[in-house]
Every structure is written in structure tokens, then in C-alpha cells.
């Protein structure tokens, strides 16, 4: 008798706190702080930043975030993870186990690994669910994974999804919903990306072609293919171009800098001052770095920056909604496995 080709399927998020309290969101950024990948300094140094510093004085003003955040389902990224693994299941036939897992707290990577492994899958694919590579994000991840199976007698084939930032299937999920916005109507378009330190960028350059002019993230290549910012831009041209939004009416620009060491630039913050400046009232923003709203979107975007450009006189900032737990995201998942 032929055993069956069972398969997993590993989607991966970030994470969030158990809870939206201070001994939650402690612990929270303390495992996700203190990952190499995310603050890449030596482990003394990154030990006496997060767990002296960042953890303790941060926790209590997060914790407040997430307050708002938090709906009776729970954190978004973490219901609309488990609606999303569902309707991803729902697309493949019962050879095929789909589990969702947050690189930091709950679900674990391991737990999900284990309910695969218990499965019986010969073959499983991680799905990371950040559309452009970054070591902090999808590296580590990766990493993750790897670390799961080091101790292991029995390995099964692992397919890795390195990045979709322009696959067609994600592409067209925002500019859906980017239509349900009239982007004519408003001044100007933000791409509004995460931001990461400049450092880590280099880091990443094997080709020494990072940072070399300051054109050298607007077109993608075989020497900028595995930048992040690269990707970014890529992302973005492709959402305008489906959506025909001319360049001059969109900029790409990075959010959420922590530290003092310089991010890439520039700043969101920085440009809604700009364009204010410029006369600009109402603003559209697209953030293609998240598929689930989270913190960095609902609270910081639509809210935090929101206000901000309200006090300086702007009329309205309107954020695009993520993909959430959207059909067609189920779907574009499903293509893009095939595809890779």
C-alpha cells in the first residue's frame, strides 16, 4: 500500500501579546527584541538595551496601544491569522494541513511544527507573511524553522518561501482594496513601508551596490534583488501601475524607526509634513509591508499620524485596509505556493 503524499503548509506571522497588559507585552518584546536578527548588535549590548532599557520603559506605553487595538476577538494579527488559516485550509484537499505560527509568543513555530510533523507531512512549505525579505522578518523565521528541525532524526522536504513582493496574486489583493478608494480624490499617495536600520541593509549587500546613489532601491536587479528596500519600491510601483497612479503623485517613504541609529529614509512622518507643507490636505496611505492590520497600521497610521497631520492642518488621512483575512488573499496564498 502507498502511503499519502501528505503535505503542510506553515503560514508565519510576527506576533503579538497574549494579552494587552504590561507583563504581557513584556515578554513579548523582550523574546522579540532580543532576537540577533531584529536588533543585530552583540548579545551583552542587546541585553542590557532591551532588558534594562527598552522592555521596562516601553512595556506600559505599548500596552496602552494594544488596549486599542484589542477587539473581543482578540489582537487582529492573531484572529484574523486563525480565519485566514482556515480559509487557506478550505482551498486544499485533507492531504494538506495548514497552521498558522507567530515567530514570537502564540502560536508558536514549534507548536505549529508539531501539529504538521503529527499530520504525517512529507513535505512542508513556510509561508512567511511579509511580502518582502528582510533578515529581521523572514530570516529569522527562516532561522526558526531550522532551529526546530536541528535535533531532528527525520526531516521532511522544506520548501521555503523567500519573498512575493511583486507576484501578481498579492499585488492585485491591495489593489483591491486600494479601489475601494478613489485615489484621484485625495492630494497625494503614501506607500508607507516598515521601517529597518540602515545597517542591516549592508549587512545584506553582497553585491556592494547598497546606498551607492541615492536611485540605487528604484529599480530591482540582480545586485539589489535580496534588499528590502529594493523590494519595497518594487511593491509600490507595481500597486501605482495596476492602479495608474502617476509617480509624481506617490512617495514611498518608512515608519516605525527605533533608536537613534539612522533608518531608511524617508521618514513617514517627515513626509506628511512635506506634503502639507506643499498644501496637500487629504492623504491616502497604502502599508504593502502588512497583511493583517496591526499596531504599526490601525494605531500608528490611522491614529498617531493621523492627529499629527491634523495638527499641522491636514483634513484626512486614510489608511487602505490590509488583507486581513480576505478570500482573495486566501486564494493569492494558494497561487503563490503553486508559483514558487
Known sequence: MIAEDKKGILLVNLGTPDQPTYSAVHRYLSQFLMDARVIDIPYLARLLLVKGIIAPF????SAQAYKKLWTESGSPIKFH?????KKVQHLYDHNTLVKIGMRYQNPSIASALDELIAFGAKEITIFPLFPQYASATTGSVHE?????????????KL?????????????DCFVKNGKQHDWKSYD????????????????????????????????????????????????AQAIAHKLEIPEENY?????????????????TSDVLKKRRAAGDKNILVFCPA??????????????????EFEKI??????????LNQSNQWAEAIVQIIANH
Not at 540605487?216 to 518594487?234: H, L, M, T
Open 58 to 61: 516601553r512595556s506600559g506605553k
Open 81 to 85: 491569522g486563525f480565519a485566514l488559516e
Open 144 to 156: 526558526e524553522v531550522m532551529s526546530y528541525f536541528k535535533n531532528k532524526f527525520i526531516i521532511p
Open 159 to 171: 520548501n521555503f518561501i523567500n519573498s512575493y513582493f511583486q507576484d501578481q496574486p498579492f499585488i
Open 188 to 235: 497625494h499617495v503614501l506607500f508607507s513601508f516598515h521601517g529597518l536600520p540602515k545597517r542591516q541593509l549592508r549587512k545584506s549587500d553582497t553585491q556592494s551596490h547598497c546606498f551607492q546613489n541615492e536611485d540605487c532601491c528604484k529599480q530591482i536587479s540582480d545586485k539589489n534583488y535580496f534588499c528590502y528596500s529594493a523590494q519595497c519600491f518594487a511593491t
Open 251 to 267: 512617495t514611498i517613504c518608512y515608519q516605525s524607526r527605533l533608536g537613534r541609529d539612522p533608518w531608511l529614509e524617508p521618514y
Open 290 to 307: 502588512f497583511v493583517a492590520d496591526c499596531l504599526e497600521t490601525t494605531i500608528e497610521i490611522s491614529e498617531e499620524y493621523a492627529e
Open 313 to 322: 492642518g491636514g483634513e484626512h488621512l486614510q489608511l487602505v485596509e490590509s
